[in-house]
């Protein structure tokens, strides 16, 4: 299978700061956020401050003990402060408080509307660094390349001289997944053999160690139809792929073709019980 390599280019800044025209748009947005942001705090102060004038409660509070520091933070009251903060009105004996949004959230929602406004000057104005979308492609782009690295690299030490039989549940997974994709059509999808020979009996055409049957599937057999798979599967693959059949030894699933070639000793049965001489 061909390698697919992802080429990233990095968005460039939506200004250009060596221009004085853009330096001087970035100036003056600058200028125009940290404005808003001045009078979003003000209109928010004159807010509390126009809300302590046209209350005319507000005067009896001066004969009221202070609050600590972490009170008046937290928007905690005292149990002997309860009844200052009852309403007017009562259900079913139940008497409200007058008890407005803490100060620590109204804090904390205040900071996330100057943390937005930052962000966006930073990442969608000027444009200093790459949004989540592109920095996600950046760094799938980046794994892909490091896993074809680790494929050829792991691949090229594979060959008919050093293959060998795997039997962790990855590898035969891995290889039952090409099995399925490239070789069903001759073999069908349990191995018992259709076009091609059957591959679960003891019978083997072209030899039945795995160096035989990497042999076999890297180069192929022409002559009787089989195509070489060493451009389309890698060492890696072309390994796992051989293990697979090799695990289906014995396995006997229905409507299995009849043996052909020489008897070997089977390489592996279905329950990994034997492993033949290479």
């Not at 020979?197 to 180069?219: A, R």
């Not at 390994?239 to 070639?261: C, M, T, Y």
């Amino acid at each position: 299978m061909n390698a697919l390599f992802l080429t990233v280019n990095a968005p460039s800044s939506v200004w250009n700061l060596t221009s004085g025209e853009d330096l001087l748009w970035v100036v003056m947005l600058t200028i125009i956020t940290i404005g808003m942001i001045l009078i979003l705090g003000v209109t928010i102060y004159l807010a509390f401050v126009l809300k302590k004038a046209l209350n005319p409660e507000q005067a009896t509070e001066i004969a009221k003990p202070q609050l600590s520091f972490w009170q008046r933070f937290s928007g905690l009251r005292p149990l002997s402060h309860e009844k200052d903060l009852a309403l007017d009105h009562t259900y079913d004996g139940i008497v409200e408080l007058d008890n407005p949004t803490p100060p620590w959230f109204m804090y904390l929602f205040y900071s996330t509307i100057a943390f937005g406004v930052v962000y966006l000057f930073l990442f969608h104005i000027v444009g200093s660094s790459d949004l989540q979308l592109a920095e996600y492609d950046k760094e799938v782009a980046m794994a892909d390349v490091q896993h074809e690295a680790y494929i050829k690299r792991v691949a090229g030490s594979i060959n008919e001289n050093t293959v060998a039989f795997v039997k962790d549940a990855k590898s035969i997974d891995d290889g039952k997944t090409l099995f399925t994709q490239y070789c069903v059509a001759c073999h069908g999808n349990a191995g018992q053999g259709g076009v091609g020979p059957n591959l679960t009996d003891d019978y083997w055409l072209h030899g039945g160690s795995v160096q035989k049957v990497f042999h076999t599937i890297t180069e192929g057999v022409p002559e009787k139809g089989m195509m070489s798979w060493k451009k389309q599967l890698n060492p890696l693959q072309v390994q796992h792929v051989a293990s697979f059949i090799l695990s289906l030894q014995g396995s006997k699933p229905a409507g299995g073709k009849e043996p052909q070639g020489e008897k070997e000793a089977p390489a592996l049965t279905a329950q990994g019980e034997k492993v033949a001489a290479n």
